[in-house]
């Protein structure tokens, strides 16, 4: 079975400093895809980035920043030099590769991001 | 660029009633899912759909729960009788995902269900 943990629940900082939201999961697959998902206060799922298990390569998007690890399960997310706007609730989540039944999303708990000005 | 619709919005209903959330897919999108949010908690998988049928289904989508494509365009689910704990956002999402790839999901914004 397949399981995302996001040890942090909520994270507060002030604005312009970085901040790291921590994913680590659990599967038995060899391919698979990790997900970053947004969800602002009023409440739609943002997607923000999708990587495939072959590819380890850290990924840089204007402020924010993804770091794979297959070696710890892990797949961080670091928002830099943050924003009031950044503050949300940021989903990991984990799918299987190619499945001809779908390929349904399993989600973290969730990080409370609080930017405060 | 092409959104994941959803209505309604809100909906509040009487426990045991029956509610229809609908969504309006991506139009060149093959597969659709619901998922649901209890308010606080994370998101989870209920139902994927595909060729007019159910691909999956989690423990939660139990015989209260019925998922359909009436008109090629609406996906519809629907909830027979409703119980106090089925209160939740329920989200959509859909994508085209040809054969043997894992194309994102784009969800829908949502419909908050109030259960009374």
């Known amino acids: 079975a397949q399981k995302v943990t996001q040890a942090q629940t909520e994270i507060s900082v002030v604005e312009k400093e970085d901040v790291t939201l921590d994913c680590v999961y659990e599967t038995r697959d060899t391919t698979y895809y990790l997900f970053w998902y947004k969800q602002p206060p009023s409440g739609e799922l943002v997607f923000l980035i999708r990587r495939n298990s072959f590819d380890e390569q850290n990924e840089i998007s204007g402020r924010y920043s993804w770091n794979f690890q297959k070696s710890t399960s892990s797949f961080n997310f670091t928002i830099t030099a943050s924003q009031v706007v950044d503050s949300a609730v940021y989903f990991c989540?984990?799918?299987?590769?190619?499945?001809?039944?779908?390929?349904?999303?399993?989600f973290g708990g969730g990080t409370r991001v609080l930017v405060k000005p | 660029e092409p959104e994941v619709t959803q209505t309604p919005s809100h909906q509040v209903t009487q426990m045991g009633q029956e509610v229809i959330l609908r969504c309006v897919p991506i139009?060149?999108?093959?597969?659709f899912y619901w998922y649901r949010q209890i308010l606080g908690q994370k998101v989870e998988f209920l139902v994927s759909f595909y060729n007019n049928e159910i691909s999956e289904k989690s423990e939660i989508f139990d015989d209260q729960f019925s998922v359909e494509r009436p008109d090629g365009s609406n996906f519809t689910l629907k909830i027979r009788s409703t119980k106090l704990e089925d209160s939740a956002m329920y989200f959509c999402a859909t994508t085209f995902n040809l054969a043997g790839s894992t194309d994102t999901q784009y969800f829908g914004p949502g419909t908050r269900l109030t259960v009374l």
């Open positions: 989540a984990l799918s299987e590769a190619g499945r001809a039944a779908g390929n349904k999303l399993t």
């Open positions: 139009s060149n999108h093959l597969y």
